[in-house]
């Protein structure tokens, strides 16, 4: 099982940015699809990227060409500079891995490690 913590949320205002890393420990990072994940108020978990460990990213079209996700398989930390943040982006994001050498997935159900979720609020 793999130990995923995140870091850098925070309350920013509309059109700012913010950037989001997740350390991992306890398991073979490099092999592992990493993804990001959010649950905003009264709505359910959402994909929002994913970082595979062949190099294949992708992202949630909510998010396309705003966020980045970006992995350091040296340091197991996989990151998410956000840009131009609108308020929709309010919600808590959480890092996700998947075991070793999985199918790549944007559904919650097929990634078994989670961080505990860190807060971005974005205000007008």
């Known amino acids: 099982q793999v130990e995923l913590v995140e870091s850098g949320g925070g309350l920013v205002q509309a059109g700012d940015s913010l950037r989001l890393s997740c350390a991992a420990s306890?398991?073979?990072?490099?092999?592992?699809?990493m993804a990001w994940f959010r649950r905003a108020p009264g709505k359910a978990r959402e994909f929002v990227a994913f970082?595979?460990?062949?190099?294949?990213?992708m992202y949630a079209d909510a998010v396309k060409g705003r966020f980045t996700i970006s992995r350091d398989n040296a340091k197991s930390t996989v990151n998410l500079q956000m840009n131009s943040l609108k308020l929709e982006d309010t919600a808590v994001y959480y890092c996700?891995?998947?075991?070793?050498?999985?199918?790549?997935?944007?559904?919650?159900?097929?990634?078994?490690?989670w961080g505990q979720g860190t807060q971005v609020t974005v205000s007008s």
């Open positions: 996700a891995a998947q075991p070793r050498f999985s199918i790549l997935s944007r559904s919650e159900t097929a990634y078994t490690s």
């Open positions: 970082s595979a460990w062949n190099g294949i990213i």
């Open positions: 306890g398991g073979t990072f490099s092999s592992s699809n």
